[in-house]
Nanobody, 119 residues
Framework: QVHLVESGGGLVQPGGSLRLSCAAS????????MSWYRQAPGKERELVAS????????DYDDSVKGRFTISRDNGKNTVYLQMNSLKPEDTAVYYC????????????WGAGTQVTVSS
């Protein structure tokens, strides 16, 4: 059974930092593309960052470049999102997504963790 469990969300002041974690199980994590998405109230879900394996190549939405860093630990089946210099517009529910590289094409989602940036 597949599980993706996000943690690390919370309330932070503008300019602050948070580190999100996503622990995965039930699929081959080490060869899967892992991503973080977010969805703000009244808006569509959007891609924040992705990391490939084994290359480790990363991609970021322009709105978070230079502030957020995605990383992974294949030994712990965990992907992280380090978020620095947070802004109120970063407020959203953040979701972890796993996309295995084998057949058939599919994707798995976590339940999300709330991030609120407010003074």
């Amino acid at each position: 059974q597949v599980h993706l469990v996000e943690s690390g969300g919370g309330l932070v002041q503008p300019g602050g930092s948070l580190r999100l974690s996503c622990a995965a199980s039930g699929f081959i994590f080490s060869s899967s593309t892992m991503s973080w998405y977010r969805q703000a109230p009244g808006k569509e879900r959007e891609l924040v960052a992705s990391i490939l394996s084994p290359s480790g190549r990363t991609d970021y939405d322009d709105s978070v470049k230079g502030r957020f860093t995605i990383s992974r630990d294949n030994g712990k089946n965990t992907v992280y999102l380090q978020m620095n210099s947070l802004k109120p517009e970063d407020t959203a529910v953040y979701y972890c997504k796993g996309r295995p590289s084998d057949w058939p094409p599919r994707a798995y989602w976590g339940a999300g963790t709330q991030v609120t940036v407010s003074s």
